[in-house]
Nanobody, 125 residues
Framework: QLQLVESGGGLVQAGGSLRLSCAAS????????MGWFRQAPGKEREFVAA????????VYADSVKGRFTISRDNAKNTVYLQMNSLKPEDTAVYYC??????????????????WGQGTQVTASS
């Protein structure tokens, strides 16, 4: 069982940066792949990035590749999403999720067993 709590969201001007954190409670965090998803108003939730349990493999949505970086610190039970060069279209509620399988894509959401409550990110133009 994992509980996930996101933090670090906020309002930033386009071109700015934010770092999201997702703190997990539970002793088995290092066994889980972690993902970040986002949902904008009126849109379906979409995949952003994922990292495997060891942290050696990462994958990104094309829309954020080169701007966002996912990382994790298993000693701190935390996964991060560094977001640079933010665009207005990045505005959404961002969710972290944990699952036993590593993979990418919005269709992979069902593989994630645990979800955080979300944190709002707003990039103003």
């Amino acid at each position: 069982q994992l509980q996930l709590v996101e933090s670090g969201g906020g309002l930033v001007q386009a071109g700015g940066s934010l770092r999201l954190s997702c703190a997990a409670s539970g002793r088995t965090f290092s066994s889980y792949a972690m993902g970040w998803f986002r949902q904008a108003p009126g849109k379906e939730r979409e995949f952003v990035a994922a990292i495997n349990a060891s942290g050696r493999r990462t994958v990104y949505a094309d829309s954020v590749k080169g701007r966002f970086t996912i990382s994790r610190d298993n000693a701190k039970n935390t996964v991060y999403l560094q977001m640079n060069s933010l665009k207005p279209e990045d505005t959404a509620v961002y969710y972290c999720a944990a699952g036993l399988r590593y993979g990418s894509g919005s269709n992979f959401q069902g593989e994630y067993s645990y979800w955080g409550q979300g944190t709002q990110v707003t990039a103003s133009s």
